[in-house]
């Protein structure tokens, strides 16, 4: 696994999967009826810091599954290279396991929540749907999720 950083603030553009991403995806392969969330292996992350924005954070917390997140967070910890990173400042982020009312207001969760959905990307790897252990391969930052025919 391979993990860079680049704070010359240039941007991935198009070629880029946060973790925000990965918690839109889901398997849609005939038959399956658990396809999300999606199981993330990755071969090669990234973190790039962007500008930090409290209310745009905060206006993003009804739309995730944070369990799901919690999930993506773990299988981006347990890639063997990422555990001694130095990319990241302060190594990856603690969420707390359940996201209260009271949490959602809090300056430092809210950081945290920032860094895990904005700045950490997938550039190279798999996402695994849990039920039928069908592999989409990310490229580039760019997940494939298209299905064979035979799939539909």
């Keep these: 696994l391979k993990f860079h950083s680049d704070r010359s603030r240039q941007p991935l553009g198009p070629l880029s999967m946060r973790l925000l991403t990965h918690n839109l995806l889901q398997c849609n392969k005939k038959g399956v009826t ?3 969330p999606l199981i993330i292996r990755p071969s090669e992350m990234k973190y790039e810091e962007s500008p930090y924005d409290k209310d745009f954070v905060s206006a993003m917390i009804p739309k995730l599954d944070y369990g799901a997140l919690l999930q993506a967070l ?3 910890r347990e890639a063997p290279s990422f555990v001694n990173a130095t990319a990241l400042p302060g190594g990856v982020p603690d969420l ?3 996201m209260s009312q009271e949490i959602q207001a809090n ?8 860094v895990i959905i904005f ?3 997938l550039v190279e790897g798999m996402l695994v749907c849990p039920e039928s ?3 989409f391969p990310v490229e ?6 298209l299905l064979n ?3 539909v």
């Design 34 to 36: 658990k396809g999300f």
């Design 74 to 76: 773990q299988s981006v």
């Design 96 to 98: 707390p396991p359940e």
């Design 107 to 114: 300056e430092d969760f809210l950081r945290k929540l920032h």
């Design 119 to 121: 700045d950490l990307h």
């Design 133 to 135: 252990g069908r592999e």
């Design 140 to 145: 580039k930052g760019i997940p494939n999720m």
């Design 149 to 151: 025919d035979d799939e």
